[in-house]
């Protein structure tokens, strides 16, 4: 979401002009009134049911969500940890830092092919 300061308009996105035959214009503009002075609108979401944030809240969008919140944001800690210590993660991980070492974008495949498989 966009804003403009001039007009005070909100909008989806600004529009470029694009002129045939040149190099294209990356200049945002407002579509109300033209003007070059716009802002974008960071909209944030509630962390617990994701709906987006009325003004002046942050990360939750009700006093539910705020006591509900934490919890569920615990829980998808702990996944996320149990997560980063399974195997498959681990090789993720160690053919990730190979492709970037050797500057090469090998497969799962083609890594255990070349790695592991000798
Ligand atoms: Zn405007
Ligand atoms: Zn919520």
């Known amino acids: 979401m966009y804003y403009c300061l001039d007009c005070e308009e909100k909008f989806e996105r600004p529009y470029r002009k694009a002129a045939k035959g040149k190099p294209a214009d990356k200049t945002d503009y407002c579509p109300y009134c033209d ?25 939750y969008c009700s006093s539910v969500c705020i006591s509900r919140g934490p919890k ?15 195997p498959i993660y681990q ?28």
């Open 35 to 59: 003007s070059k002075n716009i802002e974008e609108l960071v909209v944030e979401y509630c962390r617990c049911c994701g709906r987006k944030l009325k003004n002046g809240n942050r990360r």
């Open 91 to 118: 090789i993720a991980r160690k053919i990730a830092e190979y492709n970037k070492k050797n500057n090469t974008d090998l497969s799962y495949g083609q890594y255990v092919a070349l790695v592991c498989g000798g």
């Open 72 to 86: 569920m944001y615990e829980r998808q800690e702990k996944r996320l940890i149990k997560l980063r210590s399974s």
